[in-house]
């Protein structure tokens, strides 16, 4: 099954403590995306990837970083966590050229940074 | 990018037509305008795309007057389980990792 998968789905941390959020698609799409989506704010773009080891920032980057080793992961990296990245994170991924700019999502990851 | 609005929210009835509207006055000549819709605590999923005319898949139909100043999403008979949250954006085909979303219209189906 085409999917995009999250890890973990669910995150409980405290301030300062690193954490990883991991995405991975088997679609082989170039494409690959982080968004927070908060009440009030809709989706917000943290970074975006176009291929392998090629990233960008979005238009919310502080505070994360990325990496793109593999066309299948686009793992997000928060060195230093802090309350205001309490938020609920989606990956997605698309495929450039395709008839539609479909992108596909993840089932989201729900952090809360206390 | 050009910038989009769309109503906050919306109310309908099972099995009426709903029509929502997006305005994106600033559209480019290369820009499509394309349609997702998001339950709660789910990631977007992909409706519709077009750029002008009229565009109509299994699920809706996506109308675009000649100016592409705005375009209207058309729901038919609703349920239930229309009710969501769809997002209008406006983007170069190809980039679409890089549209905008904006906050979306909150489409609530009564019974």
């Known amino acids: 099954e085409a999917q995009v998968t999250q890890n973990p789905r669910y995150l409980i941390t405290v301030t300062g403590k690193k954490l990883t959020v991991t995405c991975s698609q088997n679609?082989?799409?170039?494409?690959m995306s982080w968004y927070r989506q908060d009440p009030g704010l809709g989706l917000r773009q943290i970074y975006y990837?176009?291929?392998?080891?090629?990233?960008d920032k979005g238009d919310v980057p502080e505070g994360y970083k990325v990496s793109r080793k593999e066309k299948r992961n686009f793992p997000l990296i928060l060195e230093s966590p802090s309350p205001n990245q309490t938020s609920l994170y989606f990956c997605?991924?698309?495929?450039?050229?395709?008839?539609?700019?479909?992108?596909?999502f993840g089932p989201g990851t729900r952090l809360t940074v206390t | 990018l050009a910038k989009t609005t769309q109503p906050i929210s919306m109310d309908s009835y099972e099995g009426q037509e709903v029509n929502i509207t997006c305005s994106h006055n600033?559209?480019?000549?290369?820009?499509?305008i394309t349609w997702y819709q998001q339950f709660p605590s789910q990631g977007p999923r992909f409706i519709i795309q077009?750029?002008?005319t009229k565009v109509t898949n299994e699920v809706a139909s996506l109308f675009i007057p000649a100016d592409r100043k705005s375009s209207t999403l058309s729901l038919p008979r609703v349920s239930l389980s229309d009710t969501a949250v769809y997002y209008c954006?406006?983007?170069?085909?190809?980039?679409?990792?890089?549209?905008?979303f904006g906050k979306g219209t909150r489409l609530l189906v009564k019974p």
């Open positions: 997605a991924s698309s495929r450039p050229g395709a008839r539609v700019d479909e992108q596909y």
């Open positions: 679609m082989n799409h170039e494409y």
């Open positions: 990837s176009m291929n392998v080891e090629v990233t």
């Open positions: 600033n559209i480019a000549t290369n820009d499509y």
């Open positions: 077009g750029y002008k």
């Open positions: 954006l406006v983007g170069e085909r190809g980039q679409g990792f890089s549209f905008i």
